[in-house]
């Protein structure tokens, strides 16, 4: 009976004891386990830290500035926003243009300029357009640019050309108002004389025109009553009579003027 009751007050001492030691081992085991919290704890901590000092920067008097972060789509906007004010400053900023330059260049005066005009003046008859006798002339010459005119005389409203075209003898008439072609007609082959004659001028009857006005002038505006091809003295002349009666005789090569009638 001893030994029972001696059992029975044994056992919860037991069970205590186990309990006392399983707490011990608890608590033994919780503070490594708090220990490896507070340094993981701490190394978060540590990682933060880090991060806040990169994001924020530090202007000279230690305050920190703002970080601003750019996306890609945000970064593409601003340039196309930056190429499209490249291209309006481009568009309002007036370039230089050659004919612009050469306009500038051309302000003033050049008494080059007016030497080639008085030039042209000496030698281009004035209103040729429009002059009976030079304007027929070149309506002629237009109209057979392979002829050869060696002739012409005055007619009322008209002048009469010859012409030699492809062998023959063309007579075409001129309005002295229009100057346009009003009549042509086909004649005979020129002769012989007439074709040395045609064969050996250098100075064309228009530019013989022009050394008579040079001398006499043209005070009427169609000044040539008659000029044709003569030979004096076995040289070949143009015999161009004018229409106050005056006859002068000019080398159809060298341009002289071999004879004078007043």
């Known amino acids: 009976m001893v030994m029972q009751h001696d059992n029975i007050l044994s056992a919860p001492s037991t069970a205590r004891a186990g309990s006392l030691k399983e707490n011990t081992m ?33 202007s000279a008097d230690g305050e920190p500035s703002t ?57 281009s008859p004035a209103d040729s357009d429009d002059h009976p006798l030079y304007g027929g002339l070149e309506t002629v010459q237009a109209e057979y640019p392979e002829g050869v005119v060696f002739e012409v005389e005055s007619d009322d409203g008209r002048y009469e050309w010859h012409v030699l075209v492809d062998g023959i003898e063309r007579e075409v008439h001129t309005d002295k108002s229009s100057l346009e072609i009003v009549y042509t007609e086909d004649d005979d082959a020129p002769d012989s004389d007439d074709l040395r004659e045609i ?29 044709q091809l003569d030979s004096e003295s076995g040289t070949v002349v143009w015999e161009i009579e004018l229409d106050n009666g005056q006859e002068i005789a000019v080398d159809v090569v060298t341009g002289d003027l071999v004879q004078v009638d007043d």
Request: hydrophobic share 35%; net charge negative.
């Open 26 to 58: 608890t608590r033994t085991l919780s503070r490594p386990t708090a220990t490896a919290l507070s340094v993981t704890a701490l190394a978060s901590l540590a990682l933060t830290s880090c991060g806040l000092d990169d994001t924020l920067d530090t």
């Open 67 to 123: 970080a601003v972060t750019i996306s890609a789509d945000d970064a593409a906007h601003d340039d196309a926003a930056a190429s499209e004010d490249g291209s309006a400053d481009a568009g309002g900023s007036e370039t230089s243009r050659p004919e612009d330059d050469a306009s500038a260049e051309g302000e003033g005066t050049d008494p080059s300029d007016d030497t080639a005009t008085d030039a042209a003046a000496e030698t």
């Open 199 to 227: 064969d050996s001028t250098e100075i064309d009857i228009a530019e013989a025109f022009r050394i008579v006005e040079d001398r006499v002038g043209d005070p009427s505006g169609a000044f040539v009553d008659e000029a």
